[in-house]
């Protein structure tokens, strides 16, 4: 590809990632007001406490889905480091004399492991996992993390919303009839339950792959890669183990920088930036705690 074509790529997809947040605030934006205008008069007939406790709730679901959000976008992937090797020891590389280290032609680097060249940017991406219009950027080593914390907000903002809408879109439909002292309005409580049902539906299918990905210390790439390897490994009558993963728990606390005695669920508040410096990995096969490329 010449650099034309991968200047209408990068611009393409570019373009696409700015339009591609814009709807993502238009629709968070769309269910907040939405929310308020036809869930909130709803709210004002109950007891004061279930008005609390909802609007608190919704404040620190729609708090997190923003700022995992803002997190994310705002955080690069992470890319690789300049001065990894000597230019003696890049032309030892380049003409063959040594096969342990993987190394980007475009880029002229030496790669880390886990790493991968970006075609959109151009550039060699940390623990690269895909190249995301959502974000419009590469998810990688450090937003990795933030990637699904936003999934998982936006999973249990849009579930929280579509229980609570589930009612008043029956009685919209017709299928269950209006109460005499609701206030609600129906009809917009229907489209915003069609709305976040949507999303729910389509988010959720990412937060499960991301999920395994996390708990099986893979990146999408890697898990394809590994899927190759296992396959090569079943037809020689070997056994392939994935070198990262230390096991489900341990993979968690790993990803998200949790300490041992943390509680899973822990990640959800965890927005510290991670202090991996993604060069390094531990190794379940490897003697020491990790394997280092210098
Ligand atoms: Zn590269």
């Not at 206030?183 to 489209?191: A, D, L, R, V």
Request: proline fraction near 4%; hydrophobic fraction near 35%; include cysteine.
């Amino acid at each position: 590809m010449n650099w034309s074509c991968k200047f209408i790529v990068f611009l393409f997809f570019k373009s696409l990632g700015i339009f591609a947040i814009g709807l993502a605030t238009f629709l968070v934006s769309t269910v907040v007001v939405g929310y308020y205008k036809s869930y909130y008069p709803f709210l004002l007939t109950k007891p004061f406490p279930f008005l609390v406790g909802h609007l608190i709730i919704f404040s620190w679901l729609i708090g997190g889905v923003i700022y995992s959000y803002y997190k994310v976008i705002r955080t690069k992937p992470g890319s690789v480091p300049l001065g990894l090797k000597t230019t003696g020891q890049i032309n030892r590389i380049k003409q063959g004399y040594s096969k342990k280290y993987r190394y980007c032609k475009k880029c002229d680097y030496i790669k880390p492991p886990r790493s991968h060249h970006d075609s959109v940017t151009g550039k060699c991406v940390l623990k690269m996992d895909h190249y995301c219009v959502w974000i419009n950027d590469c998810v990688g080593h450090y937003n990795h993390k933030f990637f699904l914390q936003f999934l998982t907000y936006c999973c249990l903002g849009c579930l929280y919303v579509v229980l609570c809408t589930f009612p008043p879109f029956l009685v919209d439909i017709g299928f269950l009839k209006p109460s005499s002292t609701s206030n609600q309005n129906y009809e917009k409580c229907g489209i915003l339950f069609i709305i976040c049902l949507v999303c729910l539906i389509s988010v959720s299918f990412l937060l499960f792959w991301h999920t395994y990905l996390t708990l099986t210390n893979q990146t999408t790439i890697e898990y394809y890669e590994n899927k190759e390897r296992k396959a090569y490994c079943n037809e020689n009558g070997l056994i392939y183990k994935n070198e990262y993963d230390m096991g489900k728990r341990n993979n968690w606390n790993w990803f998200f920088e949790l300490k041992e005695n943390d509680s899973w669920w822990k990640f959800l508040f965890n927005f510290k930036t991670i202090s991996n410096d993604g060069i390094t990995y531990p190794r379940v096969n490897s003697t020491k705690k990790s394997e280092n490329i210098l």
